[in-house]
T-cell receptor, first 110, second 116 residues
Framework: RKEVEQDPGPFNVPEGATVAFNCTYS??????FFWYRQDCRKEPKLLMS???SGNEDGRFTAQLNRASQYISLLIRDSKLSDSATYLC???????????FGTGTSLTVIP | EPEVTQTPSHQVTQMGQEVILRCVPI?????FYWYRQILGQKVEFLVS????????KSEIFDDQFSVERPDGSNFTLKIRSTKLEDSAMYFC??????????????FGSGTRLTVV
């Protein structure tokens, strides 16, 4: 059973579009949730943590639904520079191993 | 912004040889990790290290692998007798979560290991 599942995409969207990614996790005891961004052949970089109350950082909004065990990421007004793979990441607790999803590929088209 | 530094960026080695991948975590971080990513696949956990000992390891991290923090700044991953399937990008990461359960890792830029 996969710990974290994501739709691999690819998502191809025009500039300015709004796009949403979802992710589900299997362990209901998970406590830490993140979205990371990975460019081709580069390291994952933290995009944002995901809090139970939902949180927003500029054009990015993350939501957590503990009851359904899913996490979402909404990107508004997509930019060309948003093209990357978005990784859903879950951990049981701070300091524990991260479980990565396979990533969702996004390409923003001019 | 503090960085996790990894060397070398690319290592080519012959099957059966030993390799050591080096990492300098962020100086005030307390947890250190190694992950790997085979080309086209997801990022996989290898091992975590805290308080000078392994705190968690995956099934991948068998007797072929070992980690060390030899001098208080470096954090190394040794792979003995490399196999072709060890070819991957190896990422070091560090964190200092404290009381914040949502404190993410900082990853290094990775070492691409190619076993030939």
């Amino acid at each position: 059973r996969k710990e974290v599942e994501q739709d691999p995409g690819p998502f191809n969207v025009p500039e300015g579009a709004t796009v949403a990614f979802n992710c589900t996790y299997s362990n209901s005891a998970s406590q830490s949730f993140f979205w990371y961004r990975q460019d081709c052949r580069k390291e994952p970089k933290l995009l944002m943590s995901v809090y139970s109350s939902g949180n927003e950082d500029g054009r990015f909004t993350a939501q957590l639904n503990r009851a359904s065990q899913y996490i979402s990421l909404l990107i508004r007004d997509s930019k060309l520079s948003d093209s990357a793979t978005y990784l859903c990441v879950v951990a049981l607790a701070a300091g524990n191993q991260f479980y990565f999803g396979t990533g969702t590929s996004l390409t923003v088209i001019p | 912004e503090p960085e996790v530094t990894q060397t070398p960026s690319h290592q080519v080695t012959q099957m059966g040889q030993e390799v050591i991948l080096r990492c300098v975590p962020i100086s005030n971080h307390l947890y250190f990790y190694w992950y790997r990513q085979i080309l086209g696949q997801k990022v996989e956990f290898l091992v975590s290290f805290y308080n000078n000992e392994i705190s968690e390891k995956s099934e991948i991290f068998d007797d072929q692998f070992s980690v060390e923090r030899p001098d208080g700044s470096n954090f190394t991953l040794k792979i003995r007798s490399t196999k072709l399937e060890d070819s991957a990008m190896y990422f070091c990461a560090s964190s200092s979560p404290g009381q914040d359960t949502n404190y993410g890792y900082t990853f290094g830029s990775g070492t691409r290991l190619t076993v030939v």
